[in-house]
Each structure stands twice: as structure tokens, then as C-alpha cells.
């Protein structure tokens, strides 16, 4: 499993990291956030669904950027600890939106790059058309990330956050106290 990682790792990204110069279209939106910790001490990441736009970059910028991002929570994971916890938020997802390869491809480098560090993703303000991709994309996701997949109800959502993350350092939008940092600024 090490070799396969390295090999990929060394063809995929052979300066050893993904600047922002090779994600320009990926930035932007501001789609993806860091923020603190959650109660176990893993990194705190924001996704933002409805400011990912399938066609912009292409397939290869948006697999690069799904590298730099992971990269970048990566670093922030303290000794000790190994996951991460992912906030997905779909408030405002439409058709536009959908990307079932983009999807596919954000789960398959989680899964064989970067496996067992996803603790959770809390999925939240997920609408019906993303629930109907979901459908199709789910049986394509393996069992063990499958079952760290949580979706959050609106009428739970800060409850079911604050379980996970503590007030202060989840993001001012769900009632915590931290501003969003767009991932290229943190």
C-alpha cells in the first residue's frame, strides 16, 4: 500500500506539493475553509457544494486541488492524532453543481491516498437533488468511509455540531465564534 501511495504521490505531485498557481480556478469561490479543531483535536475543514462549479479546471485542477486541500489539513493534524472532520455544507446546491466524477474522484483519493484519515463528514443543508446523486454515487464509496458519513437535520444541525466541535471553535455561521478561513489564506 506504502509503494502504491509513493509511486502516485511521486508522479502526482513531484515538487512534493501543490502550489496555488496550479488550482487557479479552484480558489476563487472560497468553497473549501479551515478552521480549529474538533473535540478530539483533528483539524476542522468547511466545504462549501454550492460554489463548486463542475467545469471550471477540468478534471486534473479539480484532482489537484482535492490533493492540496487534504495536503493542507493534513499538516495541520497534530502529534498524536490522524483523522479529520469535513463539514460539508450544501446550502444553496443546484443542478450547476452536480459532479458525480468530481465526487467519485474526491472520494477515491480520500480512500486510496489518504486512507483511515476522514473521521467525519457531517453532510448538512443537503438537498434533494444532491440525496438523488447520492443514490447513485454511495455503492462507490467504501463501507468504512461510508459509515463516518453523518447527515446532519437542519433542525439538529447546531446541536449535532456542537456534540463534535466545541462553540469556540466552530465557524460564526452556526453559531460558534470563528471567522471562515478560505483555505488559501490559512
Excluded at 478552521?35 to 466545504?47: A, E, F, I, N, Y
Excluded at 482535492?66 to 493534513?74: A, G, M, P
Excluded at 443514490?135 to 459509515?147: C, G, L, S, V, W
Aim: include cysteine; glycine fraction near 6%; charged fraction near 25%.
Amino acid at each position: 500500500m506504502f509503494m502504491k501511495y509513493f509511486k502516485w504521490r511521486q508522479k502526482f505531485v513531484p515538487k512534493g506539493f501543490i502550489s496555488t498557481s496550479e488550482v487557479t480556478n479552484q480558489l476563487p469561490p472560497k468553497k473549501v475553509c479551515l478552521q480549529g479543531t474538533d473535540k478530539r483535536g483533528c483539524p476542522v475543514s468547511v466545504l462549501f457544494g454550492a460554489r463548486h462549479f463542475p467545469c471550471k479546471g477540468g478534471m486534473d485542477e479539480l484532482n489537484r486541488f482535492i490533493v492540496f486541500v487534504l495536503d493542507k489539513l493534513c499538516s495541520r493534524i497534530p502529534d498524536g492524532q490522524e483523522k479529520l472532520t469535513i463539514i460539508a455544507d450544501l446550502q444553496g446546491y443546484g443542478y450547476s453543481n452536480s459532479d458525480f466524477r468530481g465526487y467519485l474522484a474526491i472520494f477515491t483519493i480520500l480512500q486510496d491516498y489518504y486512507p483511515e484519515r476522514l473521521g467525519k463528514l457531517l453532510i448538512i443543508h443537503a438537498p434533494y437533488i444532491f440525496m438523488t446523486l447520492w443514490k447513485i454515487i454511495h455503492p462507490f464509496i467504501d463501507e468504512n468511509t461510508r459509515k463516518k458519513i453523518i447527515f446532519v437535520e437542519n433542525k439538529k444541525l447546531q446541536a449535532t455540531l456542537l456534540e463534535e466541535i466545541d462553540e469556540s471553535q466552530l465557524p460564526e455561521i452556526y453559531g460558534g465564534k470563528l471567522q471562515l478561513v478560505p483555505i488559501q489564506d490559512a
